[in-house]
Structures are given as C-alpha cells and as structure tokens.
T-cell receptor
Framework: NAGVMQNPRHLVRRRGQEARLRCSPM?????VYWYRQLPEEGLKFMVY????????ESGMPKERFSAEFPKEGPSILRIQQVVRGDSAAYFC???????????FGPGTRLTVL | QQQVKQSPQSLIVQKGGISIINCAYE??????FPWYQQFPGKGPALLIA?????SEKKEGRFTISFNKSAKQFSLHIMDSQPGDSATYFC???????????FGTGTSLTVIP
C-alpha cells in the first residue's frame, strides 16, 4: 500500500508566478490535510478537505491560496502570484474516515526567487 | 497563539541514554496526542500516539507519559541510538477529522 504521494518534491518559482502542489492520499483515505513548515518551525495547518468539499480552511491565507480535492485525481494546493515569504515546505497528510491518525507525504519544498 | 508548547528546543544524549521531550497544552477538548519523527528532507512519520484515558503507552523503546490534570505529555526514548537523531514533534487534536496543532519541535542528537 503506497503512502501519501506528493509532487513535485522541489519547486522553484519566480515572484509573481503560480505554484501548483499535488497530493495523492493513501489508498482508502478520504481526508486530506495541507500543512506548511517554515525553516526551524513546526507544521502549521492550512486546510482540510474531503472529496469535492473544503471542510476547514481556517489556516489558509485569505488571498492567493486555494485548495481542491476533486472527485477524481489528486488534491491540489495552488498559490498564485508567489512571494518570497511563500518559500517553505508544504506537507500533505491523509487519514481514513473516522480515525485520528494522519499520515504525511514527503513534502514539496517551494523556493521563490 | 501556540496551542501546544514543546521543550526543549534541542537535546543531546549519549548513546544508550534516555531522551525526554515534553509538551504542554491548554485546550481540554484535545483528545488525541501523537508524536512524529522527522528526518531532514523527509515528511513527519507517526511514531506513537495516546488518548487521555490512559496515562502511559509503550511501543518498543518509545513511551508516552500523559498527565491529564497537568495537561502535559512527554516522549521517552529508552536506550537512545544515533539512528534516533531527528526532529521530534508533539501534536494534539480534538475529535477525528480535525487539524493537528503541532509543537515547535525538538532536535535530538544522539552521540555515539
């Protein structure tokens, strides 16, 4: 059973460009979470999604950030008009219905030049 | 506001020693407390987790101690090995399907 998959693993963007981060949850998991980790810091919650629904986006910046988890395909975290402060590691986690455990992917390290 | 406070920030332990990392929380609605291990360039890996209805949980060399009245929990790594050198994060959540609140992490170095 493959774990949580994220791609790309590394992404370099120039200021003003768009970044698209993809996450495929573990097989059988219907819940997806996105977290951001800044250097030397813990993980900060961004958004929680189920298929075709955003359940909790309380950690998402109000502008430029969006997330989706379509019926088919991976979950996408989209950052428009990136700025240097968006440089971070973005982790996706998934969990099965009715369980606490969250299993993390390897992350996407975004660098904004 | 940091919902989960973790200490120490860094820890150096001799091989074979006991590593102890502490976390404290305020929100009594939290009912799930996991610990994650993260190696450089990797994602966090679930190590062990506890619910507030038990005071201790042990898996191999890893033990969580939980003090509900003090709202504190800790990770003990017995017989620490150089391969345990990593960053450890505590976390807390309330109910299923909810965000995790993470501590700020402890960088553990085990000296051979």
């Amino acid at each position: 059973n493959a774990g949580v998959m994220q791609n790309p693993r590394h992404l370099v963007r120039r200021r003003g460009q768009e970044a698209r981060l993809r996450c495929s949850p573990m097989k059988g998991h219907s819940h997806v979470y996105w977290y951001r980790q800044l250097p030397e810091e813990g993980l900060k919650f961004m958004v929680y999604l189920q298929k075709e629904n955003i359940i909790d986006e309380s950690g998402m910046p109000k502008e430029r950030f969006s997330a989706e988890f379509p019926k088919e395909g991976p979950s996408i975290l989209r950052i428009q008009q990136v700025v240097r402060g968006d440089s971070a590691a973005y982790f996706c986690a998934s969990s099965p219905q009715g369980r606490h455990e969250q299993f993390f992917g390897p992350g996407t390290r975004l660098t904004v030049l | 506001q940091q919902q989960v406070k973790q200490s120490p920030q860094s820890l150096i332990v001799q091989k074979g020693g006991i590593s102890i990392i502490n976390c404290a929380y305020e929100n009594t609605a939290f009912d799930y407390f996991p610990w994650y291990q993260q190696f450089p360039g990797k994602g966090p890996a679930l190590l062990i987790a506890i619910r507030p209805d038990v005071s201790e949980k042990k898996e191999g060399r890893f033990t969580i101690s939980f003090n509900k009245s003090a709202k504190q929990f800790s990770l003990h790594i017995m017989d620490s090995q150089p391969g345990d050198s990593a960053t450890y994060f505590c976390a807390a959540s309330k109910n299923t399907g909810n965000q995790f609140y993470f501590g700020t992490g402890t960088s553990l170095t085990v000296i051979p």
